[in-house]
């Protein structure tokens, strides 16, 4: 977090100001929340990437970001610019939120009304896999699902190392896991 002096930009301007930096890197700005009601107030941009981000990355995009935004600073009232991830527990909503999810364990509602909980897989096309455990002996397989057919999915946390074999058939190694 970033304390900054200057009056609040809109959310178009600081879409405007920072995608094009942000996309060169490898970014993408997910949403902008300006909280002008906060004590200071805060300028939050959530971004995201196919590879995820780690501590580093959300650091040099501050610095780029702070940089940025003092070029069009005008007044002198204070604000926290806060470029952050969008978290675990963000809803998965489209393609590109399963394809970053790849390999995390995750928990569906599906349209019928069914649920889930799986392993992603690959992700293309307006589909997803699935890797689910089945009956009592851990077999493991793989399900095809539409997207449209998912009403609701969440990433799960994991405290414990998934199963190697699980992992095989998401396309990921055990090293890959953790990442």
Do not use: C, W
């Not at 959530?46 to 070029?71: I, K, P």
């Not at 799986?118 to 997803?128: D, M, Q, Y």
Request: charged share 30%; net charge negative.
């Amino acid at each position: 977090m970033t304390e900054r002096s200057a009056e609040l930009p809109s959310q178009k301007q600081v879409i405007e100001l920072l995608d094009g930096e942000f996309a060169r890197a490898g970014y993408e700005i997910e949403d902008v929340v300006i909280n002008a009601g906060a004590r200071p107030p805060r300028v939050t941009v959530v971004v995201d990437a196919d590879d995820g981000l780690d501590l580093e990355s959300l650091a040099e995009l501050s610095r780029s970001a702070s940089q940025l935004l003092d070029r069009v600073d005008a007044t002198a009232a204070p604000y926290v610019l806060e470029v952050t991830s969008p978290g675990v527990d963000r809803p998965l909503t489209a393609e590109k939120h399963y394809r970053r999810a790849h390999g995390r364990k995750v928990e569906l509602t599906l349209s019928d009304g069914s649920q889930l909980t799986g392993r992603l897989g690959e992700t293309g096309g307006g589909a997803v896999r699935l890797v689910v455990r089945e009956g009592r002996n851990a077999h493991f397989t793989v399900r095809e699902l539409p997207l449209e057919s998912i009403a609701k999915a969440v990433v799960q946390v994991e405290f414990s190392p998934p199963n190697p074999r699980e992992l095989e058939l998401v396309g990921r190694s055990g090293k890959e896991a953790g990442a």
